[in-house]
């Protein structure tokens, strides 16, 4: 359950804090206060944390895609390989047979 975006334990601590430290007539504006406080804490964090998971996401993206087209390189060239493999079996095959 919660209430203005804070979870019971936590207005229990700020009622707490309130009986114990402040006048009864402050007791809303600090209850106001720590409530906007503890929001924008939550905001921050919130933005601190949607920033590094972008930037890890593109600098883990930029690696995998550098993995990427390494692999449809090398791929490319094994192709490629093979394929000259394959014209040059045939061109041997067919001297063989002109040969005879």
Same mark, same amino acid.
């Given at each position: 359950?919660?209430?203005?975006?804070?979870?019971?334990?936590?207005?229990? #601590?700020?009622?707490?804090?309130?009986?114990?430290?402040?006048?009864?007539? %402050?007791?809303?504006?600090?209850?106001?206060?720590? #409530?906007?406080? /503890?929001?924008?804490?939550? *905001? /921050?964090?919130?933005?601190?944390?949607? !920033?590094? @998971?972008?930037?890890?996401? !593109?600098? /883990?993206?930029?690696?995998?895609?550098?993995?990427? *087209?390494?692999?449809? !390189?090398?791929?490319?060239?094994?192709?490629?390989?093979?394929?000259?493999?394959? %014209?040059? @079996?045939?061109?041997?095959? %067919?001297?063989?047979?002109? !040969?005879?």
């Amino acid at each position: 359950m919660e209430f203005l975006g804070l979870g019971i334990s936590e207005l229990f #601590v700020i009622i707490l804090i309130g009986l114990i430290f402040v006048k009864p007539e %402050e007791l809303p504006g600090l209850i106001k206060k720590i #409530v906007r406080g /503890i929001q924008q804490f939550r *905001q /921050i964090s919130m933005n601190v944390r949607n !920033d590094l @998971t972008r930037f890890y996401e !593109d600098e /883990i993206g930029s690696h995998i895609e550098e993995g990427r *087209q390494q692999i449809m !390189d090398s791929v490319e060239k094994a192709e490629q390989e093979v394929i000259d493999i394959a %014209e040059n @079996t045939e061109k041997s095959e %067919e001297s063989e047979e002109s !040969d005879r």
